[in-house]
């Protein structure tokens, strides 16, 4: 499948200012635009729009490309999504679903993140909230950050927008857990799925995320279960974890802790940076790796072998510079449920 209905209906405006056709696609808008409304209807954007419908196969969509690899998944790709949910409204551009980060404010410094997305790592960066007429025709809203409970002007979105009408995802770290005002006004939204980001449990979890709490986070999770339970036709739960070179053993480790079946987890196997992505290590760390994913076995083992050994990005790897630039010293002592695992990197090394 090449084509996708995301640029007839869709519009990601991300913290530093920058618009999208979608958080997939590989690169922004590159004109400057006062709003959401003038992105969507720009020039540029109308040729995205022209190159889908004449059927090119575009190489800025390869996450969606690779998304599609994943068997198992209930929803393989965000393409897969648009066209099931707005292929309508291709003869008919109209923006329904925006996805917005109003800042980059962040209280943790996640190894697979960086500055746009947390200013833990830079200076914070803030966006203009859109005006109220922008949401007229809006079903579905998918709020990002930075940590969205973190930033309170957050809370004056999810007052501004016609909450009846629209869907709504928040993705968060769980670190905050949102007072009662915030709740209701969660609860007037048509549907919340909650996603919460969990890219492994206890020490991982602290180690991958740096900030993480685990004993915070397990609190949080169980107040959002009985949340959640209150209200199950309008509210639901959606784990991610996204998978990366030193989280990959532990997938499953982390669903059973869950309780919560495979099919209602999302997941994504790290694609960039490229010194955490799995398809660059060796096969015998792969096979391992394999070996304690029952779940997701098979889109992994493509995804695996996607790529071969490439022992300068699997040099970066064995350093992590960028780890070492970002936290404290003392946060970088491999927990010891990771030592059997990290072990496996050095055996037969010939770098
Ligand atoms: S194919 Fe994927 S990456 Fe491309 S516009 Fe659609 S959703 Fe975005």
Known sequence: MTFCAAP??????????QFRTCCMYEKPLEGKYANIEE????????????????????????KCDIDEMHEGKVKKSYRGEFNRLYG???KDPKFKFLEISVSNKCNFKCIDCGPRFSNQFGPTIEN??????????????????????????????????PRHQIDLMIITNNSIFPNNYVLD??????LVNLNISIDGIGKIAEYV??????????????????WINMDKHTRYFCPHFVLHSLNAPFFDDTIKWSNIPIMDWSWDF????????????????KEYILKKNKNVR??????????????????????????????????????????????????????
């Open 298 to 351: 098979e889109p992994l083992k493509k995804f695996l072998y996607s790529n071969e050994l490439d022992k300068k990005i699997f040099r970066q790897l064995l350093n992590q510079n960028d780890r070492h630039k970002f936290v404290p010293a003392d946060s970088y002592n491999i927990p010891d449920v990771m030592e059997d695992y990290i072990d496996l990197f050095y055996r037969n090394l010939e770098l």
């Open 39 to 62: 992105a969507f209807d720009s020039e540029e954007n109308n040729i995205i729009r022209q190159r889908m419908l004449s059927g090119e196969k575009l190489p800025e969509c390869i």
């Open 270 to 285: 790290l694609h960039t940076p490229k010194w955490l992505n799995v398809s660059y290590l060796p096969d015998h760390v």
């Open 8 to 17: 007839f209906v869709h519009m990601v405006q991300n913290p530093d200012g």
């Open 185 to 190: 006004l969660l609860a007037d939204f048509k």
């Open 88 to 90: 309508e409204f291709v």
């Open 128 to 161: 203009e909230l859109p005006s109220e007429e922008n949401f007229e025709d809006v079903v579905s809203l998918k709020i990002l950050g930075g940590e969205p409970f973190l930033d309170k002007r957050n809370i004056k979105l999810l007052e501004m927008v």
């Open 209 to 226: 995320r740096y900030g993480t709490t685990w004993s915070r986070f397990e609190r949080h999770w169980y107040k959002w279960l009985d």
